[in-house]
């Protein structure tokens, strides 16, 4: 089996080229040690790991799976040692606050590592990215005093992190959680279940931060009744040392599709007198905090859905390369598949997806950082405002084109691909999550239009447009481009023409929003694909003709972005056309004729 190989060169093109890393570095003072050397440094030592530490696991893991004896959740052999070479390398903390013990680094420079490491092994990977979504919420709305007794020990990896939201009967609608949190003095008794909670017992820590959404006495009905609470698996004393368990037990694992390394669990909470709670936020008001955590944890499932299929790609490469059936186009000789138009077709789709939505993500993830610190408050808002439009498309679309990229290896491989042992179908299994968790697509769509582009009345998806169109008309100068910028300009009109529909239907028709939600999510990460893409040759171009930079790389991306605009960009005036046929067909059955 092919090992994965972190793909360092296209990582560093986007970052510097496209996501705008080195403007971020020039303008925010405190990313102003973000050098393309220090930031070529760490893609380096990020790619060691994921190459030599975390992917030699990810088959072990996927085989072994995990178990529940004795009360006690058992992982698969090397994660302990994984896990602390993570967990000592710093990388847990990378974008925590230096105060804490973090490294105050950017999320332009934590999202290639998050992708990588999804790549290597995303059940492993899903234990890290939980402990970055989760420093972000307790920096911003914990009190001091729980800041300093945990925040330090879960930048440096040392205790683990749990997001404990879905109950048997609230999934997608947390109104509906029934935990309850009983005031005992300064702190909370908790009661309830949680179920699907990734990576919610183990021994890789010798503590577990478990974050509980839960209703206090009182609560107004709806999610605003919902606030969020810290449970310690070991509670904690003033001296800082580990006291007595705390009453939160796992009491089964499930039985999955994919994802078999990672413990998914049934919590039992306050089963025996109450699990000790810590309120983080305001009483009533956890719903906000969890989302600060869940927006981080979004962009990282996308990253998951990219790094999936960067892996597969590279993986249905090797094969096309080995594999030899049928006879070369003039028929004189027997060749590896790789040769025939129909395999390179699917090599160039896996290949062009997920270099697009490679790009989309890292940019949303430059702008999460000017929104967090560029100087000027209009900046930060028009920074916030783009990441926010862009967050659920990363999540959506990146899923989206994990189920595709994968399904593509598989097929690549023929009747191998079909087989457990070649190892593909494990990523077609482990990506299946990524459209699911943290949000279904469906809830993610919904988002979209209705607070991202229907709040603002589509002033985000303007601005955003409008700066493709200044790329637009740079293509139109250039001779060779011109094709990729007229393809680029009519996928621009039709998407502005969508959101306008939107815009006008929404209110005159209740279910038009919800009916082409899915379709305009896909829209927006094909157009802003393709948009990368087509900034991607530009780049490309001006450097090959300066006699610049890697020539076969950016050839390579030139071909990549010139096969995007030819065979993917124009599946936008298909997701256009359902958009435009809005509500109609979808709801014209009567429930009981399905
Ligand atoms: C492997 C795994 C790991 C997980 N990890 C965690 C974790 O760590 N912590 C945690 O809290 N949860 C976790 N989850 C739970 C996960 O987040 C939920 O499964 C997910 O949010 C969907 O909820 P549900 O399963 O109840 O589906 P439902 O909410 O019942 O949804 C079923 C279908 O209906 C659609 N739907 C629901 N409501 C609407 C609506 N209003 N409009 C349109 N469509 C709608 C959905 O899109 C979906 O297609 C995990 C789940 C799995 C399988």
Redesign the pocket.
């Given at each position: 089996m092919p090992e994965y190989r972190a793909p360092v060169d296209d990582i560093r093109f986007v970052l510097n080229e496209l996501a705008g890393l080195p403007q971020l570095a020039a303008a925010v003072p405190q990313y102003s040690a973000t050098t393309p050397d220090v930031v070529d440094s760490i893609l380096g030592e990020a790619a060691r790991l994921a190459n030599e530490v975390i992917s030699p696991l990810n088959r072990r893991g996927d085989v072994t799976g995990v178990e529940l004896r004795d009360g006690k959740v058992r992982v698969p052999d090397g994660f302990a040692d994984a896990y602390r070479a993570v967990a000592e390398g710093g990388w847990v903390g990378l974008r925590g606050e230096p105060e804490f013990g973090g490294q105050g680094l950017p999320h332009a420079v934590s999202a290639p590592t998050s992708e990588m490491w999804a790549a290597a092994n995303v059940a492993f990977a899903t234990c890290p990215e939980?402990s970055s979504g989760a420093i972000e919420a307790l920096e911003a709305y914990a009190t001091p005093e729980l800041r300093a007794q945990y925040l330090p020990h879960v930048l440096s990896g040392e205790w683990a992190v749990?997001?404990?939201?879905?109950e048997p009967q609230?999934?997608?609608?947390l109104a509906l959680i029934q935990t309850r949190a009983e005031p005992r003095g300064d702190r909370f008794r908790l009661f309830g279940r949680?179920?699907?909670?990734?990576?919610?017992d183990h021994e890789l820590t010798p503590n577990i931060v478990h974050l509980v959404?839960a209703k206090a006495p009182n609560a107004p009905p709806g999610v605003r009744g919902i606030s969020l609470f810290l449970v310690p698996k070991y509670l904690v004393g003033a001296d800082g040392k580990l006291g007595a368990r705390n009453d939160i037990h796992p009491v089964s694992l499930?039985h999955?599709l994919?994802?078999h390394a990672?413990p998914?669990c049934v919590l039992a909470l306050g089963d025996h007198g109450g699990a000790e709670g810590f309120l983080v936020g305001k009483l009533h008001e956890g719903l906000a905090c969890m989302f600060t955590m869940m927006n981080c944890m979004r962009l990282g499932v996308g990253l998951q859905g990219i790094g999936i299929a960067d892996r597969a790609y590279q993986h249905a490469v090797a094969y096309a390369r080995e594999r030899v059936q049928g006879r070369s186009a003039d028929g004189k000789e027997r060749v590896a598949i790789i040769r025939h138009p129909d395999v390179r077709r699917m090599l160039l789709t896996m290949r062009a997806l997920t270099e697009a939505c490679r790009a989309v993500a890292y940019a949303a993830a430059v702008n999460l950082d000017f929104a967090r610190h560029a100087e000027d408050p209009e900046e930060r808002r028009r920074q916030l405002a783009r990441a926010e439009l862009l967050t659920p498309v990363v999540k959506g679309w990146g899923s989206e084109l994990a189920q595709e990229v994968t399904a593509l290896c598989v097929q690549t491989h023929g009747g191998s691909g079909y087989i457990e042992e070649t190892g593909v179908a494990q990523y077609l299994r482990d990506a299946r999550?990524t459209t699911?968790?943290?949000?279904?697509?469906?809830?993610q769509a919904?988002d979209l239009v209705g607070r991202k582009i229907l709040r603002d009345g589509g002033g985000a998806l303007e601005d955003l447009l409008s700066e493709m169109r200044t790329d637009e008309k740079a293509l139109e100068t250039d001779a060779t481009l011109e094709p990729m910028g007229r393809a680029l300009g009519a996928a621009i009109r039709v998407t502005g023409e969508c959101g306008r529909l939107l815009l006008h239907n929404a209110a005159k028709d209740q279910n038009f929003a919800?009916a082409v939600a899915f379709n305009f999510l896909m829209l927006i990460g094909i157009v802003t694909g393709g948009w990368q893409m087509a900034r991607a040759a530009l780049v490309a171009t001006r450097k090959l003709k300066a006699k610049q930079g890697d020539a076969p790389f950016l050839r390579a991306k030139l071909a990549t972005a010139r096969f995007y605009s030819d065979h993917i960009l124009p599946r936008a005036q298909t997701y256009a056309s359902a958009v435009q046929a809005g509500s109609g067909s979808i709801m014209e059955l009567e429930e009981d004729q399905f």
């Amino acid at each position: 089996m092919p090992e994965y190989r972190a793909p360092v060169d296209d990582i560093r093109f986007v970052l510097n080229e496209l996501a705008g890393l080195p403007q971020l570095a020039a303008a925010v003072p405190q990313y102003s040690a973000t050098t393309p050397d220090v930031v070529d440094s760490i893609l380096g030592e990020a790619a060691r790991l994921a190459n030599e530490v975390i992917s030699p696991l990810n088959r072990r893991g996927d085989v072994t799976g995990v178990e529940l004896r004795d009360g006690k959740v058992r992982v698969p052999d090397g994660f302990a040692d994984a896990y602390r070479a993570v967990a000592e390398g710093g990388w847990v903390g990378l974008r925590g606050e230096p105060e804490f013990g973090g490294q105050g680094l950017p999320h332009a420079v934590s999202a290639p590592t998050s992708e990588m490491w999804a790549a290597a092994n995303v059940a492993f990977a899903t234990c890290p990215e939980l402990s970055s979504g989760a420093i972000e919420a307790l920096e911003a709305y914990a009190t001091p005093e729980l800041r300093a007794q945990y925040l330090p020990h879960v930048l440096s990896g040392e205790w683990a992190v749990t997001m404990c939201l879905t109950e048997p009967q609230a999934g997608s609608d947390l109104a509906l959680i029934q935990t309850r949190a009983e005031p005992r003095g300064d702190r909370f008794r908790l009661f309830g279940r949680k179920i699907f909670i990734t990576w919610g017992d183990h021994e890789l820590t010798p503590n577990i931060v478990h974050l509980v959404l839960a209703k206090a006495p009182n609560a107004p009905p709806g999610v605003r009744g919902i606030s969020l609470f810290l449970v310690p698996k070991y509670l904690v004393g003033a001296d800082g040392k580990l006291g007595a368990r705390n009453d939160i037990h796992p009491v089964s694992l499930e039985h999955k599709l994919g994802l078999h390394a990672a413990p998914t669990c049934v919590l039992a909470l306050g089963d025996h007198g109450g699990a000790e709670g810590f309120l983080v936020g305001k009483l009533h008001e956890g719903l906000a905090c969890m989302f600060t955590m869940m927006n981080c944890m979004r962009l990282g499932v996308g990253l998951q859905g990219i790094g999936i299929a960067d892996r597969a790609y590279q993986h249905a490469v090797a094969y096309a390369r080995e594999r030899v059936q049928g006879r070369s186009a003039d028929g004189k000789e027997r060749v590896a598949i790789i040769r025939h138009p129909d395999v390179r077709r699917m090599l160039l789709t896996m290949r062009a997806l997920t270099e697009a939505c490679r790009a989309v993500a890292y940019a949303a993830a430059v702008n999460l950082d000017f929104a967090r610190h560029a100087e000027d408050p209009e900046e930060r808002r028009r920074q916030l405002a783009r990441a926010e439009l862009l967050t659920p498309v990363v999540k959506g679309w990146g899923s989206e084109l994990a189920q595709e990229v994968t399904a593509l290896c598989v097929q690549t491989h023929g009747g191998s691909g079909y087989i457990e042992e070649t190892g593909v179908a494990q990523y077609l299994r482990d990506a299946r999550i990524t459209t699911i968790y943290e949000g279904t697509n469906g809830i993610q769509a919904l988002d979209l239009v209705g607070r991202k582009i229907l709040r603002d009345g589509g002033g985000a998806l303007e601005d955003l447009l409008s700066e493709m169109r200044t790329d637009e008309k740079a293509l139109e100068t250039d001779a060779t481009l011109e094709p990729m910028g007229r393809a680029l300009g009519a996928a621009i009109r039709v998407t502005g023409e969508c959101g306008r529909l939107l815009l006008h239907n929404a209110a005159k028709d209740q279910n038009f929003a919800g009916a082409v939600a899915f379709n305009f999510l896909m829209l927006i990460g094909i157009v802003t694909g393709g948009w990368q893409m087509a900034r991607a040759a530009l780049v490309a171009t001006r450097k090959l003709k300066a006699k610049q930079g890697d020539a076969p790389f950016l050839r390579a991306k030139l071909a990549t972005a010139r096969f995007y605009s030819d065979h993917i960009l124009p599946r936008a005036q298909t997701y256009a056309s359902a958009v435009q046929a809005g509500s109609g067909s979808i709801m014209e059955l009567e429930e009981d004729q399905f």
